[in-house]
């Protein structure tokens, strides 16, 4: 056996254990999950009728399909702007900061970022709790009259779980947006600040358009995270009060797989569709080459 051979095979044993994991742990149950759309699902009898469409078509007769639709829709589009924007800010403020005090900085930005989901709504439930939370006691000791019920409300309860979420995960974004910032060359700065360019400029026109990747990969990021929120939000709310954060995932773990696996099956695959095609979209028509 040559050299060559043996490099090949050797490649091929170290690969083989993820391609392993990602077969039975990722591509199985979606190929599994597929198929079940198509059928009637019995799991305790373990059975499976192929049934056609019904799945799809019942799904669609559901008033509360829809009403999930819309809650998820309003939450990706209060979460994603807003936190897109907020970690463009924050990774061009931290840019600007050298040496260790730099270093501090970015630290103690990302420590919410290794808070875990189910935590974070834990603590979030407690900080929004409107007789002992410490918000609500804040706004007290301000004068405050009548302070919000945040998360047991139903007009307050949605933009509470988008605070949660920024809160998690902006972090991240952060970290993405500010290592493409750092790799900005700084002479196009120094340039153009000796053409007179000012700082407002600067970002637009040199920042912006040369971290397009990277912000083009926290938007499909931040916006597939957005749509299939879950852990977060049924921690801190279930869903309630009156369905006004139940979002799609939430409706789809809590009421559909309990009451029928075919048809959540079909709700799991028009997701992966969507998230799909928005990925898709991103990436095709606001993705730019860029070169410095």
Not at 86 to 99: E, K, Q
Not at 115 to 136: R, Y
Not at 258 to 273: E, F, H, P, R
């Amino acid at each position: 056996m040559n050299m060559k051979k043996k490099y090949a095979l050797a490649g091929a044993a170290f690969v083989l254990p993820s391609f392993l994991y990602y077969l039975f742990v990722f591509l199985y149950p979606l190929v599994l999950c597929f198929f079940n759309s198509f059928s009637k699902v019995n799991l305790l009898m373990g059975t499976s009728d192929f049934i056609g469409m019904v799945n799809y078509t019942n799904l669609f007769q559901r008033t509360d399909f829809f009403q999930s639709i819309r809650v998820t829709v309003l939450y990706v589009v209060l979460t994603v702007p807003v936190l897109i924007t907020v970690a463009l800010w924050v990774a061009n403020t931290l840019s600007r900061f050298t040496g260790r005090f730099s270093s501090l900085l970015t630290t103690l930005v990302f420590l919410p970022f290794m808070v875990s989901m189910v935590s974070a709504g834990m603590v979030w439930d407690w900080l929004f709790d409107p007789n002992l939370g410490l918000i609500n006691n804040i706004l007290k000791f301000f004068h405050v009259v009548n302070p919000p019920s945040w998360l047991r409300a139903t007009n307050t309860a949605l933009i509470s779980t988008v605070i949660i979420t920024l809160w998690i995960r902006s972090p991240f974004s952060i970290m993405i947006l500010l290592g493409g910032i750092k790799n900005v060359p700084g002479e196009l700065y120094e340039a153009a600040e000796l053409d007179g360019v000012n700082a407002f400029q600067r970002f637009f026109r040199i920042t912006l358009p040369l971290i397009n990747p990277q912000l083009v990969m926290v938007l499909t990021l931040e916006t597939i995270f957005a749509f299939k929120a879950f852990d977060q939000i049924y921690v801190a709310t279930g869903g309630g009060p009156a369905g006004s954060t139940k979002t799609i995932m939430i409706y789809l773990i809590k009421d559909l797989f309990n009451q029928n696996y075919g048809m959540a099956s079909a709700l799991t695959v028009l997701i992966l569709v969507v998230l799909f095609c928005i990925s898709l979209f991103q990436q095709l028509v606001l993705r730019k080459k860029v070169e410095f």
